[in-house]
């Protein structure tokens, strides 16, 4: 550890709670050992009965300062909640890439995914008893345009106290430009946080986490790379999880969360946390 650099509290948030068992087991053990402090849940998912939220609850109580979010979810292979939500395909969300391209030409109806948002907000407020800490998106919807707007508005109507997800590093450009996928969310990013501002919502400060899963690197080198000039209050996204037959069924992102998982579980993730004056406490 540095001892002439200020300590940094960060939040690491494992996305997808709800969306299958195996997945809830992973995170509730990193949670328990005090390896997250975040999780964000997705109430569409088939996995968030009453005895998954129970035992998140649980463990999160005895965990300090441990936020639980709402996973707002508007991408296949998931359903709306609502009943006349559209666009859909096949019964379906509209899958992401579909999904940004509508926003980008304004072929989505804000008044309709508002109010499966709002939905959502209930659903999280009926299985938690409370409205979540905040409020982020599965696969970054929350910042498509259209999308944002309704996403902002239904969550100052539902969940005034939350913070939001905003999806940039705020790197320099030779650095933004090395990472397509980073570079999108930086773009998307822009008009949230001045929508976010302009609504007196809080939202993280900074954001890192995303990385190319086909590529399964070595998951101890990437989070370096994320906390290296992460500021206080930064936010780092991750998805630990345990494979099972729900998880590959709904997405493609399977081993790479075992991976995620060993490496925060092990010895050498607090380790790099000291090393770089991190904290999750």
């Not at 939350?162 to 999806?167: F, I, M, T």
């Amino acid at each position: 550890m540095n001892d002439t650099a200020p300590l940094r509290r960060i939040w690491l948030c494992a996305d997808d709670y709800g969306i299958a068992e195996g997945v809830n087991r992973a995170i509730r053990d990193l949670i328990g050992r005090f390896r997250l402090n975040a999780t964000s849940v997705m109430v569409v998912g088939p996995a968030i009965g009453r005895d998954e939220v129970a035992a998140l609850q649980d463990v999160a109580a005895r965990s300090p300062r441990c936020a639980i979010g709402l996973h707002a979810t508007l991408t296949a292979p998931f359903r709306p909640l609502t009943m006349h939500f559209r666009p859909t395909d096949g019964g379906m969300f509209l899958p992401f890439s579909q999904l940004l391209r509508s926003g980008l030409l304004r072929r989505l109806d804000p008044e309709i995914v508002h109010a499966e948002l709002v939905v959502q907000l209930a659903a999280f407020q009926e299985l938690f008893g409370r409205p979540p800490d905040f409020v982020d998106g599965h696969q970054h919807a929350q910042l498509f345009p259209q999308v944002r707007d309704a996403f902002l508005r239904a969550v100052k109507e539902a969940a005034p106290g939350a913070w939001v997800r905003q999806g940039a590093r705020i790197l320099p450009l030779a650095q933004r430009l090395a990472a397509p996928k980073a570079l999108v969310l930086d773009i998307l990013s822009v008009q949230f946080r001045k929508r976010a501002a302009a609504a007196n919502i809080r939202f993280n400060p900074a954001f890192a986490g995303a990385y190319d899963f086909s590529r399964q690197p070595g998951f101890g080198v990437l989070m370096r790379q994320f906390l290296d000039g992460l500021p206080d209050g930064g936010l780092v996204m991750c998805h630990p999880g345990f494979v099972d037959d729900t998880l590959i069924s709904l997405d493609p992102l399977t081993t790479q969360r075992e991976t995620e998982h060993a490496f925060l579980g092990s010895a050498d993730f607090p380790q790099l946390l000291a090393a770089n004056n991190v904290t999750l406490s």
